[in-house]
């Protein structure tokens, strides 16, 4: 159960410290004053989505922390599944720290969790009935829903699940290969022209490059070949003149001479550059008679760099990613090719895992009808508690094809007089009667959750007078067996409280500031007088307010 809840700078609130007891609790307060926060902050601290306009204006961050006492089997279980210890007397914190830029701090038992851990342990500790869900129960798509959560179906409803997937996988697949022979056709043809186009063309990688080497090459040939017969005749020499080679020569010859008088100077020296210039000369010679000048090989080149230049605008950016396009349409064409042999594979397997989903789904179907069957009667007996005897509720059941959630179609039905064929609950429901259904539901459920705490916002929405007091009865009995908190707006409810909290709205300093605190005996018996006359105070009001808790003790 939930013992304390401390709340710093969330909305109005500045600092705020709830205690609650094992039992009933209620909420009361006037329109406004903030009933709604502590129900956003216990949303906050379980992990639900907020939002940093939650921060309190002018705070840098918010923080709400939890205390819960005797902790089930169930939340232990859970705890050290995702690598957290309870506490050895059987309590757990859960604090959520949330900034004012949006960012967020989890804890449990003071050690960092993320908000999805945080969510899944609160699941097992608390569950809370808003306001927007008594209008879920007029989707019939929500109907499935609280049936699985009633019959414990996660673990088939699970294993479902991905058998559907699968099944829907290979589906898919098949009305892919089962494409119009027309455009089948239409695209062997295409692949076929393009493999055998690229194949003609017998590209190799890096000829581009080559091609553009020897393009460039040609385009300057003139200038090449004047610059390579200047260099070799300066090598060379013409009849003219003496090249370079000529007058190493005759300084190897002046050298010689020299040597004998000079020891230091050795004609080796310049024999050698003589022999490295010997080489380059061959170079020249070998270049030069390499040169060609025919504008038809010029031609060929460009017409080839042309062809690369299309086949890249149609294929691909380069002849890799060309000869890679070839590659994939040569494998689906080779796909196509082996159609038939694939979706005779696809169609066995497809056939083995609808039997198997079938198998599912049939399970799947005979859990939910049976526990549609006992949640019929238990939630009549609920009605009948809440002054609904009159009122036949059913679960209208057929089925179909396998969807995502299963071969049920499941809805509730009502029938709200004697003698009427029961019809959609969210057709002819009033908000009051959706308001006890939902109670009902609720408590049903709960009752195979094992959940500690459930919290009901304004569950008595669209009821008064009898129905109200029938609704304050039923969540006093609820409560004996757990903690029950509840924010109501009616003096029939707030009467049966174990607990009864009371939230106000003051304005200091131009600021508002909302706080909590436990009523006593005689101030519950005002606020219960306020709820029912206003500000009208009077003597009567008041004793009927103090009538009303000591018939609701009576009661209880």
Do not use: W
């Not at 040597?259 to 080489?279: C, G, M, T």
Request: aromatic share 4%; hydrophobic share 35%; proline share 2%.
């Amino acid at each position: 159960m939930l013992s304390r809840l401390y709340i710093q700078n969330i909305a109005v609130i500045e600092k705020v410290e709830v205690p609650f007891e094992k039992g009933l609790n209620i909420f009361t307060g006037e329109t406004g004053a903030g009933k709604s926060i502590v129900i956003d902050a216990i949303n906050a601290v379980l992990g639900n989505r907020t939002s940093r306009d939650l921060v309190r204006s002018g705070a840098s961050k918010a923080l709400v922390t939890a205390l819960f006492e005797r902790i089930g089997i169930q939340t232990k279980e859970k705890l050290q599944s995702l690598g957290f210890e309870p506490e050895e007397d059987d309590t757990l914190l859960l604090s959520r720290e949330i900034s004012a830029d949006g960012k967020t701090l989890c804890k449990i038992g003071g050690r960092p969790a993320t908000v999805s851990i945080l969510r899944e342990i609160a699941q097992s500790l608390i569950s809370i009935h808003g306001q927007h869900e008594n209008q879920s129960l007029s989707l019939p798509e929500q109907h499935l829903i609280y049936i699985d959560r009633f019959g414990k179906t996660e673990e088939l409803f699970s294993k479902y699940r991905l058998q559907y997937m699968r099944y829907t996988q290979l589906q898919q697949k098949l009305r892919q290969l089962q494409t119009d022979e027309r455009e089948k056709v239409q695209k062997v043809d295409l692949l076929s022209y393009q493999i055998q186009e690229i194949e003609a063309a017998r590209l190799q990688p890096g000829e581009e490059e080559d091609l553009q080497t020897v393009k460039k090459k040609m385009q300057n040939s003139a200038r090449i070949l004047d610059a390579l017969h200047i260099a070799y005749a300066l090598l060379q020499g013409t009849e003219e003149s003496d090249g370079v080679l000529s007058m190493l020569d005759q300084l190897c010859g002046q050298m010689d001479e020299l040597e004998n008088f000079y020891p230091q100077i050795q004609s080796e020296q310049v024999l050698d550059v003589r022999y490295e210039l010997e080489e380059v000369g061959e170079i020249l010679r070998d270049a030069l008679s390499d040169i060609e000048m025919d504008p038809t090989e010029l031609e060929r080149i460009e017409d080839r760099l042309d062809l690369i230049h299309q086949f890249k605008r149609k294929y691909g950016g380069s002849i890799e990613e060309i000869l890679s396009f070839a590659e994939q349409a040569q494998a689906q064409l080779d796909a196509i090719n082996h159609t038939e042999e694939m979706q005779e594979r696809l169609e066995k397997e497809s056939l083995q895992t609808e039997k198997k989903l079938l198998e599912f789904a049939d399970q799947l179907s005979k859990r939910r009808r049976s526990a549609a069957v006992q949640l019929q009667k238990l939630v009549c007996d609920e009605l009948t508690f809440l002054d609904m005897p009159a009122v036949r509720f059913m679960v209208h059941m057929e089925t179909g094809r396998p969807d995502e959630t299963g071969i049920d179609r499941m809805e509730f039905y009502i029938s709200t007089n004697p003698g009427e064929p029961p019809k959609p609950l969210g057709k002819i429901a009033s908000g009051g009667e959706l308001s006890r259904i939902m109670l009902s539901l609720k408590n049903v459920i709960a009752e195979g959750d094992q959940i500690g705490t459930l919290i009901f916002d304004e569950v008595d929405t669209g009821v008064s007078g009898r129905a109200a007091q029938k609704i304050g009865r039923k969540l006093k009995q609820a409560s004996e067996n757990r903690q029950i908190i509840c924010v109501t707006h009616l003096a029939q409810v707030a009467a049966f409280a174990d607990a009864h909290l009371l939230i106000e709205k003051n304005v200091q300093n131009e600021r508002t500031f909302t706080t909590v605190h436990t009523l006593q005996q005689q101030e519950r018996v005002r606020e219960l007088a306020r709820i029912m006359g206003g500000e009208n105070m009077t003597s009567t009001v008041l004793a009927s307010a103090q009538e009303l808790i000591s018939q609701s003790e009576g009661d209880s």
